[in-house]
């Protein structure tokens, strides 16, 4: 019954989490095409593609909302504040880069979109040639973890339980998130 609902959402499931969250949801998408649920290229192309749109469209929004509370909280972020002070005469550099620093997603393109003069063509190239590595890597090293649970525990029928721990680890994630959102103070103004 799942398996069905894997085989024919599935790609359409990795995309929207790709969208939201990213690695987890890439990796877990390699881990189900390891398991033969879904084919392995489009899911390496429906994480690309959930990457991407998250890429791009924080990085218009941070353009036209720059001047937002919200926004100017992310820029003053100590992290973003240290990927300028590195990166910010290097601003293709970051938009090539920032998918592979751990908490780096959201804050760069709102960073690149407010501190740099980075137009919007540059950036999308950039990060499209990036979310095109981030997502054949992130995929592969799920099938790769699959093929490590398949030699540890043999050949594991149960879907559900691959599901459950990705969802406990994205909801994880998404609480740790939201912990760290509304732990901050806002900017003074």
């Known amino acids: 019954m799942i398996e069905n609902l894997i085989h024919e959402y599935g790609v359409i499931a990795i995309y929207i989490g790709c969208v939201f969250e990213g690695d987890t949801v ?17 899911v390496v192309f429906a994480a690309i593609a959930g990457g991407l749109t998250t890429d791009t469209i924080t ?19 100590p992290l973003s504040q240290r990927l300028t002070a590195t990166f910010l005469s290097r601003p293709l550099l970051l938009a090539c880069l920032f998918r592979f620093i751990p908490g780096a997603r959201t ?4 960073m690149l979109a407010t501190a740099t003069r980075i137009r919007g ?3 999308t190239v950039a990060t499209a040639v990036s ?5 054949v890597v992130m995929v592969s090293v799920g099938r790769q973890i699959g093929e490590l649970l398949t030699r540890i525990l043999g050949h594991f029928t149960r879907t559900e ?16 998130t939201v912990w760290r959102y509304f732990r901050t103070d806002p900017p003074e103004t």
């Not at 890439?26 to 489009?42: K, S």
């Not at 339980?161 to 740790?176: C, D, Q």
């Open 59 to 77: 990085f218009w929004l941070g353009r036209r909302f720059r001047d937002h509370p919200r926004v100017l909280r992310a820029v003053s972020h």
């Open 121 to 123: 063509l540059p950036y």
């Open 131 to 135: 979310a095109c590595i981030w997502g």
């Open 26 to 42: 890439a990796i877990t998408g390699g881990v189900l095409a390891h398991r033969g649920l879904i084919p392995f290229w489009p």
């Open 161 to 176: 339980i691959v599901l459950l721990v990705a969802l406990m680890v994205l909801a994880l994630f998404l609480l740790r």
């Open 107 to 110: 804050l760069a393109p709102v």
